[in-house]
């Protein structure tokens, strides 16, 4: 019992015990723990670790490898077979000698099995995943992730293990399954999980943080020549984010004092003096261009956004600086995992490219998330509760963590301006017929797509592309949702996607309007047009 249970506990688990002795025989008992326990190599129970380490069922083993298997249940690291053949090899002889003590076996059984090296097959299958069967999951691959990182089950991970699979713990997390329902249909509907492209999705709750979907539209399975993968695609940052990551430069802009109606005169292509460019011969090949050739004007911040034009938002993080707008992105719950070799002059940051430009699901999900609440960022936890075998809390989530991470006017602001993007802009495909703000994404030759948004109850990233390499197999030719896409950008297969997983989990919920733009953040210290 660890150091620092009180004394009611003691009592509450020694009752415990007690009961169960009264309800079963010891070889009952025995037999249960059995069931459960934890024998290393991820193998839980006596029948899966046979299975694992022999290759035959429990009913089939022999003396010796019985006894490595109930020498393995005291430390399963240090006496793993595969991984310590002669520590095992101690242990399970040590064993055989006690069961030759007690008269299960003979000595001269005991003496004749010590004498048997260790065979286990020559690479154990993996033991079965749990997750397999869950109707969520990749969400149930994060869960115990993070279980299996959370102090308060144990110091160790062998610790750790054994509270989750053998503790009897009881854990409510903050999965939605009406929401899990819709998104899953979403993906799976709109891009088939046979498809070499994957489509994920994530969703969470403003203003509390819960985790309440996370969809992948593949069969979560280690058979990848089945399509099956176990890459935990909503929170690995395997996608650039495109233009997604515009807000970002749209609120740190806010933030410094421009107005919603600073504009720039947005070429078709732009060369920057402050971010420099040279990618040898081709059209551009000094400076950043639109999506579209014909796309050239005066822009201001509204319809920049709407149109998601390159060389305006280039322009306008020529004034916030690339450090702030990675700044406001850290803040609001994303950092690429290798953000630190992003440079002051590396300009594709502002449109969300770039070599070290990658995200995940989850973190779009939760920047949006953040503006949806007013600028209130929560730390995202997949539950909201847990109690052990004896009914006594543990913390493995706590309450919400929240912290104001944005001015709620700056908030505001951005999503009265994001607002417009599933109206007027590129987003048209995620429009749902209620109050909604977004941002479509399309990444370098259409290497994956992107899009995010909410509405005042619940936001959403979506991302679609090939995970098997995005750049060398890019989003041209996709055969989805009942058509060939010749290439495809955010306001196409995300953004369906999303209007159709939104409309499903939010059909119960009122109509709740965005909040209007701040008067005073709108209006700035700067603005009007603008010279780079």
């Known amino acids: 019992m660890a150091a620092g249970d009180s004394l009611d506990r003691k009592i509450q688990e020694l009752r415990y015990a007690l009961d169960i002795e009264k309800r079963l025989s010891k070889d009952e008992i025995l037999e249960r723990y059995l069931n459960i326990a934890y024998f290393g190599d991820g193998a839980y129970g006596v029948g899966t670790a046979a299975e694992h380490y022999f290759g035959v069922p429990i009913s089939q083993v022999n003396v010796e490898q019985a006894a490595l298997l109930a020498g393995l249940v005291q430390s399963p690291s240090r006496y793993n077979p595969a991984a310590h053949p002669q520590a095992a090899l101690t242990r399970r002889n040590t064993v055989l000698d006690k069961m030759a003590e007690y008269k299960y076996i003979s000595p001269t059984q005991a003496d004749a099995a010590k004498q048997v090296p260790i065979t286990v097959v020559p690479t154990p299958p993996p033991a079965a995943d749990s997750c397999v069967t869950a109707t969520a999951p990749f969400f149930c691959d994060y869960v115990r992730t993070q279980l299996q990182g959370s102090p308060s089950l144990g110091s160790t991970m062998e610790e750790r293990n054994r509270r989750i699979y053998e503790g009897g713990l009881v854990i409510r997390t903050t999965l939605d399954p009406q929401v899990q329902q819709a998104v899953q249909e979403a993906v799976n509907s709109t ?78 292509c732009y060369e920057s003096k402050k971010f420099p460019l040279d990618r040898g011969e081709g059209d551009c090949a000094k400076g950043f261009s639109n999506s579209d050739p014909a796309e050239a004007g005066i822009y201001d911040i509204p319809k920049g956004t709407w149109d998601s034009v390159n060389t305006f938002y280039v322009q306008l993080a020529e004034k916030t600086g690339i450090p702030a707008v990675l700044e406001m992105a850290r803040r609001l719950g994303v950092s690429p995992p ?123 990233a979506v991302s679609v592309g090939d995970p098997s390499g995005a750049e060398s197999h890019p989003l041209r030719g996709v055969v989805a949702d009942g058509r060939t896409w010749p290439r495809v950008f955010g306001g196409d297969l995300p953004a369906i996607i999303w209007g159709k997983s939104m409309r499903a989990a939010l059909a119960n919920l009122p109509v709740v309007p965005l909040p209007a ?11 009007g047009l603008s010279t780079p």
């Open 191 to 268: 891009v088939a999980p046979d498809n070499r492209v994957s489509a994920t999705e994530v969703v969470i709750q403003p203003g509390t943080g819960n985790i309440l979907a996370m969809a992948v539209n593949r069969v979560y399975g280690p058979d990848t020549a089945a399509n099956q993968t176990v890459v935990p695609l909503p929170t690995n940052a395997t996608f650039q984010p495109g233009s997604t990551f515009k807000t970002f430069v749209l609120a740190a802009a806010l933030e410094q004092g421009y107005g919603t109606s600073t504009a720039f005169y947005s070429p078709a």
């Open 338 to 460: 290798q953000a630190d070799k992003i440079g002051a002059t590396d300009g594709a940051t502002a449109i969300g490219g770039g070599q070290y430009m990658y995200v995940s699901p989850l973190q779009m999900a939760d920047a949006y998330a953040t503006i949806a609440g007013g600028g209130v960022r929560c730390t995202p936890r997949f539950a909201t509760g847990a109690v052990d075998s004896s009914k006594d809390p543990i913390d493995v989530a706590g309450p919400p963590k929240c912290e104001q991470v944005l001015a709620k006017g700056v908030a505001d602001t951005v999503s009265s301006v994001l607002a417009g993007v599933p109206i007027n802009g590129t987003g048209t495909n995620a429009a749902i017929g209620r109050p909604s703000a977004g941002k479509t994404g399309t990444t370098d030759e259409y290497s994956a797509a992107w899009y995010v948004g909410f509405t005042p109850q619940i936001a959403a």
């Open 517 to 527: 733009a701040d008067p005073t953040v709108a209006r700035g210290t700067k603005g």
